[in-house]
C-alpha cells in the first residue's frame, strides 16, 4: 500500500471517527436526563412550571401531544386582531419544552396551516381532532382534548367601535398539566348531567355541550343520565333549570344521594318550574338553603344616572366586590381579578338548616337589586313597590362542618342562573370550573390564568419614519461610505 | 500561542480592511433592515413587540434565506482566496499547527459575524430608544441562538472553503450546505417513526423559534449547534492535512 493511500485512508477513518463521535454526543445530550431549558424570561413563565414538568414525567411511555394551530374562529382575526399569532407562539415554545421536559415519554407534533396536507388529514383522523380543539395529549388508552378556548381568555372583537379582538390571559401551561395529571393517574370522576326532566341535552351545541366539554377538560366523565336513579356510579349530580318536578323513584334517589352526602350543582333559573323549585327547597333545606322565585334585576349605571326597565337589567356583572373572599371557590377568582355576568337569575335563599352544614354566599348582587316578580303583566325590568331592594344571593356553597359517611363532605353547590351553565358559559366559566374542582374535592387549585404581558408599540408618524430610515438607509449607508472609505485607503 | 494570536489578529485586521467585507455587512444590514421594518409595519408585531423576536429569528426570512448564504461569502477568502493566490502553502509551512490556522481564521469569522449581529442589535436599540417596550429575555436569547446558528453556518463556509480555489464553488458549496441544514430536516420533520425523530432534532429554526427566541435555553441546542460547528472545524482541519497527500 502506497502512502499517499495510507494516508489518505488514515484521514477518512478519522473524519468517520469524528462523526461517529459527534453523533454519539448529540445522542447523548438528546437524552431526557442530560437535557437542561432555562428559562431566560425574568417572570419564570416562558417555559412549563414544575407541577407541569413533574406531571409529564409521570405520563406513561409511548405518550404523544399534537397541536393543531388552526386559525378556525374568523372573528378572532377581524380588525387585524392579533391572537392567533401570540397563541400559536406561546403554545409551539410550551410544546415543545414539554417534549423536552418530559423524560422522553411524550412526543410531541406540531401541525399548522403550513403543514403538508397529507400529515394534516392524517393526524386530524388518527386522533380524531374536532374544530376548536388545539391539543390532544394521548397514552396508549386515554386521550385528552384542551380547546382553544380552554387555553385563552379571549376578550372578543367590537363591531360597534372595530376593536379587535385580543387575548386577556392564558393557561397554556396548567391546562397541559392538568391533563397530564388526568392521564398519569388514569382515572377520572364521573359527572352525570341529568337531562329527563325538560333540561337540554349534554350533545346539543345550544344546550349543555358547553359544560360537558368543560368538565371533560377538567378530567370529569361526563354521562348524561335521564333523573338521579340512573347515577349509579357518578361522584357528582348536575342539574341544569328543571322543568318539571323528580318522580317519586327519583326523588326517593335524590333523598338517598343526599343522604350519602355526595356531591351536587343545581342550577335553576328564573324559568325553572315552580314545582321543582319547591322540591328543591324541601330537599336542601337541612342544608340551609334553597331558591326562590323572581328574576334578579340590578339598575344600569350610565351618565344618565342609574337606568331601570330595560331588559339589561337582569344582565348582572359581578366583580371581585361581589365574590365571597372566604371560599375556596371564590378566592382564585378574586386573586385573578376576575368579571362574570349573570344572565337572568333568580335569588339563592338561606334556610334554617341543621348545624352539620355551613353555608357560604359565593355571589352576591349589589344593594339595589330586587327580584322581579312574573306577574300577569310580564316582567316590567324596574322597581316596584311590591318589591324589596337589597343585596340577593346569586350562588350558594354548603358542606359539611366535618366529614360523614364514607367521609364525604356533602358539597353543594346552588346556582340561580342556568343559563351561566349553558348559554352563558362563557362568561362564567372559570366560576364554573372552580365549583366543579371544589366538588370534586380539590379545596383550593389556582385557575392558572396568567397575563401575556402585550408589548404594544404606538409610536408617532415622525418615530416610525426616523427608525425605518435608520434601517434601511442609515445604518447600511454609514457601513457602504465605510467600505468606500477603506477601499479609497487601500488604492493610496 | 503567540503565533495563533498573531494570526487570528492578521484574519480580523485583513477581514476589516477587506471593502468586499464591507460591502457584504452593508447588503446584510440593507437587508435586515428592510425585513425589520417590514416586520414592525404588521399589525401583529406592531399590537406586541414580544412576536418580533420569533418573527426575524425563526420563522422569518433572515434565517431561511439570508443567513445561510452570508457566513459562506465570508469565508470564501479565508482559504479558497488564499489558496487561489498561493498564499496558503506558506501559511501552512510556516511554524504554526494547522489546526491553530483553522481556529484562528474561523474565530476571526466569528468574531468580524459579531459585527453583523451588533447591526441587528442596534435595531432593537432604535426601537427600545423610541419607546418600544421590548421583551429582552426574547430578544437577547434570539439573538444568542442566531449568532449561534451563524457560527455553525460559518464553520460550514470555512470547510467548503478549504476545498477548492475557485471562489464561488467555495462559496456555493458552502450555501449549499447550510441550505440543506435548514430545509432537510424540514422536510422529514412530520415523518412518523425514526426518521421523523432525527429531522425533528436537527430542525435550526424550531431551536430559535420555539427555544431561543421563545426566551428558554435548551442545552441540547446548544450541544447541537456547538458540536456541529466543532465536527465542521474538524473536517476542516482533516482537509487541510490531506491537501499534502491528496492534491
Not at chain 2, 79 to 103: K, M, N, S, W
Request: glycine share 8%.
Amino acid at each position: 500500500m502506497s502512502r499517499r493511500l495510507r494516508l489518505g485512508l488514515l484521514t477518512m477513518f478519522a473524519a468517520a471517527c469524528a462523526i461517529a463521535f459527534t453523533v454519539l454526543l448529540l445522542y447523548t445530550f438528546s437524552r431526557p436526563g442530560l437535557r437542561v431549558r432555562i428559562d431566560l424570561s425574568s417572570t419564570g413563565t416562558a417555559g412549563l412550571s414544575d407541577r407541569t414538568v413533574s406531571a409529564l414525567n409521570q405520563l406513561p411511555e409511548g405518550s404523544r401531544l399534537t397541536a393543531f394551530l388552526f386559525p378556525e374562529d374568523d372573528s378572532f382575526r377581524w380588525f387585524n386582531a392579533n391572537v392567533y399569532p401570540q397563541a400559536f407562539d406561546r403554545i409551539t415554545s410550551l410544546v415543545e419544552d414539554a417534549r423536552v421536559q418530559s423524560g422522553g415519554k411524550l412526543e410531541t407534533l406540531v401541525i399548522d396551516i403550513n403543514s403538508p396536507m397529507v400529515a394534516r388529514e392524517r393526524e386530524i383522523n388518527r386522533s380524531q381532532r374536532k374544530p376548536g380543539e388545539a391539543i390532544v395529549l394521548e397514552s396508549v388508552d386515554q386521550r385528552r382534548v384542551i380547546s382553544f378556548e380552554d387555553l385563552f381568555q379571549i376578550l372578543r372583537a367590537n363591531v360597534n367601535d372595530s376593536t379587535p379582538a385580543r387575548i386577556q390571559r392564558e393557561r397554556v401551561d396548567t391546562a397541559l398539566g392538568d391533563a397530564a395529571v388526568a392521564l398519569a393517574s388514569g382515572s377520572t370522576l364521573k359527572a352525570g348531567i341529568v337531562t329527563g326532566y325538560g333540561q337540554a341535552s349534554a350533545t346539543d351545541p345550544n344546550g349543555l355541550l358547553g359544560l360537558s366539554q368543560l368538565l371533560v377538560r377538567d378530567n370529569w366523565e361526563p354521562i348524561e343520565i335521564e333523573g338521579p336513579a340512573d347515577a349509579v356510579d357518578c361522584d357528582l349530580l348536575i342539574f341544569v333549570d328543571q322543568k318539571q318536578p323528580f318522580l317519586p323513584s327519583d326523588l326517593k334517589s335524590m333523598e338517598d344521594w343526599l343522604a350519602a352526602d355526595k356531591a351536587i350543582m343545581v342550577a335553576l333559573g328564573p324559568n325553572a318550574s315552580p314545582a321543582a323549585a319547591k322540591q328543591w327547597n324541601t330537599l336542601l333545606k337541612d342544608r340551609g338553603t334553597g331558591f326562590e322565585p323572581g328574576l334578579i334585576c340590578e339598575p344600569i349605571r350610565s351618565a344618565a344616572g342609574m337606568v331601570e326597565g330595560r331588559s339589561d337589567c337582569a344582565k348582572l356583572e359581578l366583580n371581585a366586590e361581589r365574590f365571597s373572599g372566604q371560599h375556596p371557590i371564590t378566592i382564585p377568582l378574586i386573586e385573578d381579578n376576575r368579571l362574570l355576568l349573570v344572565i337572568g337569575a333568580r335569588p339563592v335563599i338561606f334556610q334554617s338548616g341543621t348545624n352539620d352544614y355551613t353555608q357560604e354566599r359565593l355571589l352576591r348582587t349589589d344593594p339595589l337589586a330586587w327580584a322581579d316578580s312574573q306577574d300577569p303583566n310580564g316582567l316590567v325590568f324596574s322597581y316596584d313597590k311590591n318589591e324589596t331592594r337589597g343585596i340577593r344571593s346569586i350562588a350558594v356553597a354548603t358542606e359539611r362542618w366535618s366529614p360523614g359517611k364514607e367521609g364525604r363532605m356533602g358539597r353543594i353547590v346552588a346556582l340561580g342562573s342556568a343559563a351561566s351553565l349553558s348559554a352563558g358559559l362563557e362568561f362564567n366559566r372559570d366560576f364554573i370550573t372552580s365549583s366543579l374542582q371544589w366538588l370534586g374535592g380539590d379545596d383550593r387549585k389556582s385557575s392558572g390564568l396568567i397575563g401575556l404581558g402585550e408589548r404594544p408599540f404606538q409610536p408617532d408618524r415622525d418615530s416610525i419614519a426616523r427608525i425605518n430610515n435608520i434601517s434601511v438607509y442609515g445604518i447600511p449607508g454609514v457601513t457602504f461610505l465605510i467600505g468606500l472609505w477603506v477601499f479609497w485607503r487601500r488604492r493610496r | 500561542m503567540r503565533a495563533f494570536v498573531a494570526l487570528w489578529k492578521r484574519e480580523v485586521f485583513s477581514m476589516l480592511v477587506s471593502p468586499f467585507a464591507f460591502v457584504l455587512l452593508g447588503v446584510w444590514f440593507l437587508l435586515n433592515g428592510m425585513l425589520f421594518v417590514v416586520a414592525l409595519s404588521t399589525q401583529q408585531v406592531m399590537a406586541d413587540l414580544r412576536l418580533l423576536p420569533p418573527f426575524l429569528f425563526g420563522s422569518g426570512m433572515l434565517v431561511w434565506l439570508l443567513l445561510p448564504a452570508f457566513p459562506p461569502l465570508l469565508c470564501i477568502r479565508l482559504f479558497a482566496e488564499e489558496h487561489r493566490v498561493g498564499t496558503l502553502e506558506p501559511l501552512l509551512t510556516a511554524p504554526i499547527r494547522d489546526f491553530a490556522v483553522v481556529l484562528a481564521k474561523y474565530l476571526a469569522a466569528c468574531v468580524f459575524f459579531l459585527l453583523f449581529w451588533g447591526g441587528v442589535l442596534l435595531l432593537f436599540l432604535l426601537l427600545h430608544w423610541h419607546g418600544g417596550n421590548l421583551d429582552w429575555a426574547r430578544v437577547l436569547g434570539g439573538m444568542l441562538g442566531a449568532i449561534l446558528v451563524s457560527f455553525l453556518f460559518l464553520a460550514t463556509g470555512l470547510w467548503a472553503s478549504s476545498w477548492s480555489s475557485n471562489l464561488v464553488l467555495g462559496a456555493g458549496g458552502g450555501a449549499a450546505l447550510n441550505y440543506l441544514l435548514l430545509f432537510v430536516p424540514a422536510l422529514f420533520e412530520l415523518n412518523e417513526g425514526p426518521l421523523g425523530s432525527v429531522a425533528r432534532s436537527m430542525h435550526l429554526p424550531n431551536f430559535l423559534d420555539r427555544g431561543f427566541s421563545a426566551g428558554l435555553l435548551d442545552s441540547y441546542a446548544l450541544v447541537y449547534l456547538l458540536g456541529l460547528s466543532a465536527l465542521f472545524l474538524f473536517l476542516t482541519w482533516m482537509r487541510l492535512v490531506s491537501r499534502r497527500w491528496v492534491p
